[in-house]
Structures are given as C-alpha cells and as structure tokens.
C-alpha cells in the first residue's frame, strides 16, 4: 500500500515554484499578480507607518505634557471674605504640600503661583502666563530643566525667570536681556489699583517641545511671583507630580484626603482627555480603513489565481491522473498564492520600519522639495512629525495581512483541487 505523502510536501512546493516563475506566455504569473503584490506591499507600508506615526504622536503628546505640567493640581474650593468676593487661594500650602507628598505614589508636591502678564522687550511684547515656583521644584521639570535646546543657566534661575523659546522669539530676547513684565492688578491705591511693572533678567530659555507651552509660558521664582501677584502669604495651587502619571484613578482619592476638606483636583487626563480621546477614535478609525486597503490588495490575489488556475487546466488534468489527489493540487495553488502575499507583507514590514526608523530625514526632505512650511507647530503643537515603531503594530500588521492573504488564497486553489480531470482534459 502506497504511503500518502505529508501535507506541503517537497514536490507540491516544487511544482508551485514552476508555476511562480513561468513566463506569462507558458501560462506563469499574470500581471494580476504583480499588481496584488504591488498593492499589498504599498498597503502594509502604509498601515506600519500609519500605526507608527499614530504612536510616536501620542507618545510625544503625552511626553511633553507631563514633562512639563503637573500631573495632579489641587485646588482650594475657596472662601468668601471681608469683601464678598470668592478668594481661592492657599493659606498653608507648605502644609498641604507636604502632605500631599506623603501619599504613597507621590514624588512631590509644590505649592504655585499663577498669573497672566504682559511682557516686554524694546518695542515688542506679547501675552504670556507666569509659573511662580521654587527654584528646586523648576528643577524636577524634566521637559523644562532636561530641554535639549534650552541655553542659559537654570543655576540662576533665583536672580531672574525662565521664558520659552517662543516667547523669546516672540519679543527678540536672549539671555542677559531686561525684559519687562506688566499686571494689570499691581499696587492698591486710594485711586484704585495701578499696573505693576518690573524688570527682570532672562536667565534661562527653554524649549518643552510643545509649541503652546513654549510660547505662552514664563517661570519667576515662587516669592517674587507672590510679591508680584500681591500673594503675600499664599499660593493659587499645589502642583502634584505622580510615579505613574497615566495610572491616576487609585491615587486621587487619597490625594483629596490628604488635601484637606474644600479641595478640588485637575489632572493632565482631564485637561487632555477630550484631545486623547478623539485622538484614540482616529486611531481606530484610520486602522480599520487601511485594513480595507490591504483587504482590497489581497483580493487581486484572486484574480491573479483564477487566471493562473484557467492556464494550468491541462496540468491540473494530467497532475490528478496521475495520482495528486485534491488535497495536493489545492496546496500547489494555495502556495501560488499565498507566496504573493507573504513576499508583499515582507516588503511592506520592510519599507515600513525604514519609514518609522528614518522618518526625520525623510520628513525634512519632503519639507525642502516643498519648500518649507508643511508643519505648522502652531497647529499640531509639536514640532517635527514623530514616529514611534512597536513591535505589537508590526505583528498587528503582519497578521491583518498573512490572515487575509491566506484567507482570500483558499478560495481559487479550492476551484482547482476540485476540477474534474477528464473535463480539463477533454480538448486536449
């Protein structure tokens, strides 16, 4: 009795590469074929590199907010005082800061002072929002005290305050320079309160890698901050910095405990969380469309199979006669075509990851041909078009495309397995 050879067995491989590499006048690869292998390459390309920007932006957002931002602000509900207005602010928030940082999960609690301004250098000025810390609060900033293009020396900070890079372009200042900062509520006097003005010195700019961090925001020590605001005694809020910052939810009940009665938190899930989660909705939305591409680039497999099929007719008649069984002559053709689309997931992985690993000097090339002006920091908020590559996306991806490659394949080699031999044989 003759054994039955295994499944995928040496010669179906060998008569599927036959096939492969036939020239289309012998009834090989249709140009169908090179067309689906085309399209499934472009179409994974796109979904790694898609997948990898998605996740660079994501990662660079987040980064540049928590690198910069507190994680948690704690606010006072407020009080009415002699006047009849809500007053806000924290009487004892070295207190409240110092048991806030005992809360397990906590790496510091600072209290802030906060204020909008109008700053000044020469004949240029714009609108800017002052950060009141302690110089060792500044410090543990890593977007602000870790900036890689920040200049200046942060060691001074208590002799003078920190701008961002935009504002510093903004209104033509650098290092050393006087600039003048402007509060409408300043000195009270029996005529009503009066602008205050003061000059202080630049001593550090800095470049949180956010364009509406570095253009808006200004940092001046924590006293003179509560001179100048006419703070005296207080803070606005405490600034709450956690170990795992994207994990908040069993932290912030504890934080209010310790807070105190009248307390009120923010967090950065809660200033960004509209952003984060559209951002989440595009994510989803954009995957599901180019699984359609690569959905559509596999279904030319099909074509391409059917016609590979109709030409080998008289083989399959004479291969079945004799002996391949239906199972034998339904792997051949399965091999044909699912070779197209590992060969083109190959490809795209391929083409994908160098997007993903080269994507700056490849962005900054497309910039120049354009000249100049394809990202608008102004309006994305970051600087440079990030990408991020993870090994799940490429597996994700590799997967979405082999299963439907697969799936789609089964199909054509399934019509021919089950042709009659003596009806392809019959005009022969």
């Known amino acids: 009795m003759a054994k039955t050879p295994p499944p995928f067995a040496l010669f179906e491989w060998k008569i599927a590469w036959r096939y492969l590499r036939a020239r289309r006048a012998d009834g090989g690869v249709s140009v169908m074929t090179w067309i689906s292998l085309i399209g499934i390459t472009l179409a994974v390309f796109a979904l790694i590199a898609t997948l990898a920007v998605r996740s660079g932006f994501r990662s660079e957002f987040v980064g540049t907010i928590l690198g910069a931002n507190a994680h948690v602000t704690v606010y006072s509900a407020g009080e009415i005082d002699a006047q009849g207005r809500l007053d806000r602010t924290i009487s004892d928030f070295d207190g409240m800061a110092e048991r806030i940082a005992q809360v397990p999960g906590v790496e510091r609690a600072a209290p802030l002072v906060k204020g909008q301004v109008l700053i000044t250098n020469a004949d240029r000025s714009s609108g800017v929002q002052v950060f009141g810390m302690r110089p060792d609060d500044l410090a543990d900033l890593s977007g602000i005290a870790e ?32 600039v003048k900062l402007t509060s409408p509520n300043g000195v009270k006097t029996a005529f009503g309160t009066s602008p205050r003005v003061n000059a202080y010195e630049v001593v550090y700019v800095f470049s949180a890698g956010r364009f509406d961090i570095d253009r808006t925001r200004v940092y001046m020590p924590f006293t003179e901050a509560q001179s100048f605001f006419n703070r005296e005694g207080v803070a606005d809020e405490i600034e709450v910095m956690v170990d795992r910052p994207e994990e908040l939810t069993p932290i912030l009940v504890p934080i209010i405990e310790a807070a105190g009665e009248r307390s009120q938190i923010w967090t950065w899930q809660d200033a960004s969380g509209g952003f984060l989660r559209a951002l989440e909705v595009e994510d989803n939305v954009m995957f599901i469309i180019l699984s359609i591409l690569v959905l559509i ?12 099929v109709k030409n080998k007719g008289r083989d399959i008649g004479i291969l079945r006669t004799i002996g391949l069984s239906e199972g034998s002559v339904l792997r051949v053709f399965f091999i044909c075509g699912a070779f197209t689309g590992i060969i083109g997931t190959a490809m795209g992985v391929i083409l994908g990851c160098l997007f993903a690993i080269y994507i700056d000097p490849i962005f900054s090339f497309v910039n120049y041909v354009m000249g100049g002006g394809v990202w608008d920091p102004s309006i994305r908020g970051i600087y440079a078009l990030p990408a991020e590559l993870h090994l799940s996306d490429v597996l994700k991806a590799i997967g979405l495309s082999l299963g439907l490659s697969f799936l789609v394949t089964y199909f054509p080699a399934r019509r021919a397995a089950r042709l009659n031999p003596v009806e392809a044989l019959r005009y022969e």
Request: net charge negative; aromatic share 4%; proline share 2%.
């Open 147 to 178: 900036s890689e293009e920040a200049y200046g020396d942060l060691s001074r900070f208590p002799d003078g305050i920190a701008i961002g890079s935009g504002v510093a372009r903004a209104i033509g200042a650098t290092v050393g320079d006087r």
């Open 297 to 308: 680039a596999a279904m030319n497999i099909v074509s391409g199979l059917i016609m590979l």
